[in-house]
Structure formats: structure tokens, C-alpha cells
């Protein structure tokens, strides 16, 4: 088990590449963010949290999976 960093920086650098994983399969299916957040049944505003690495729910990166057909472990890896 190992313990945890002293700052939480660890967390929102890992939150980032998930939102350029995101991004990356967005732009690999040529895809438009409006596409991929309508599809998802969220906001543009909830998505694009998403892609910037801020905070989100555990649903969220599971709709985008969905709509993207990708494995979450994909996204999240």
C-alpha cells in the first residue's frame, strides 16, 4: 500500500489526461463536443468540465464512454 502524496496536485494532473483521452477520442471519431454532450445527455458546460479536467461523477465519464464506444477503462487508464 502506499501512502498518499502530501497535495492533492497528483489528482488534478490525473484528472487532466483523462479530459485529453476524452478529448483525443472525441477528435479521432471527428466529432464535435456539441455531438458527443447531446448524445450523452448532459450539459455543454458539464462536458466541457470534463475535457478541462475539473471535477465530475463517475456517471458522466460512464455516458461518454458509452456514447463514444469506448471501454471507461480506456478513457481512465
Known sequence: MRDLPDDDTW????????????RAER???NLTQDA???AA???RW???RVER???WK???LLRI??????PLATLVE
Open 11 to 22: 489528482i488534478h494532473e490525473r484528472r487532466r489526461a483523462i479530459g485529453d483521452r476524452v
Open 27 to 29: 477528435l479521432r471519431q
Open 36 to 38: 458527443v454532450w447531446l
Open 41 to 43: 445527455g448532459l450539459s
Open 46 to 48: 458539464t462536458y466541457q
Open 53 to 55: 479536467g475539473e471535477e
Open 58 to 60: 463517475s456517471s458522466t
Open 65 to 70: 464512454a458509452w456514447v463514444l464506444d469506448v
